[in-house]
């Protein structure tokens, strides 16, 4: 009987390896992108297409198609990650009538003689608005913090964004000065968090880069919330985010959005009335 059971223990333990290297972020994007739109009220119809190339997600997406760069995906190790790529590309549909805006046909043009797929074509072609790569860093900060919005409402750990930033490409900037990849980018989601769900920031992300990001900013935030006037400064900033947010908000719903997108309008402007505050 003992020999049946070490038997059983072994092949279990055999067994487990292979079953988490199964674990795809492609795979992993129906289901992750499903519980995102269904928790935050978007359209459930909308379909994701992972793209081998940088494809733009624009407001004016007649097929009602959301593209998850396949690279992107290269840099989440869970489905917290997956998360913080969808939620990312769906911030830049949400700000996109509010951002500043920039036509790229040149870009999409050349991307739509990659496809072999007619309604990607024609969808590449009428897209005008910018993709995440092509943003303005403002632009894309916007999309970040809308994103780890998404994130909390979906029941993912809006943390895991700034992991999936600090694992991407960083500036020349952050090089120069030693500091962790995208570091203005994560350091405003961390800030963002920090004022408005700092419960979120207490329970932690309980990896490497996560610490590691931790210990590079901790000097930072103690310095700044030991002296009172920055602080201040901090707080005076992060309302006026919040404030910002709920316009640009408004103005999507004004002008309208991916087919029934605008539906998510309520839905965000209750998650920046509901957010924590210190």
Known sequence: MKKIILSLFLAASLATPSLAATWSAVDRVPTVGKQVLTKNSLPSTTKFVVTETDVTNSTSNSNNELYIPKTDLGYTGNDNEVAAVIAQQIGVVINANASKKKFVSNVTSALAGNFTDTSLENTALIANELSLKNMSEKDKMNADITGVDLMIQAGYNPLAMIVVLGKQPGTSLDILKSQPNNFRRTMYIYDYLSYNYPSKVKAGYNCQE????????????????SNKSKLAKFQKEQAKLKKERAKQIAKYKATGGLNGWDASYTILKNLSESAETK
């Open 210 to 225: 996560y610490k590691n990001f931790l210990a590079y900013v901790q000097p930072t935030i103690n310095e700044r919330n």
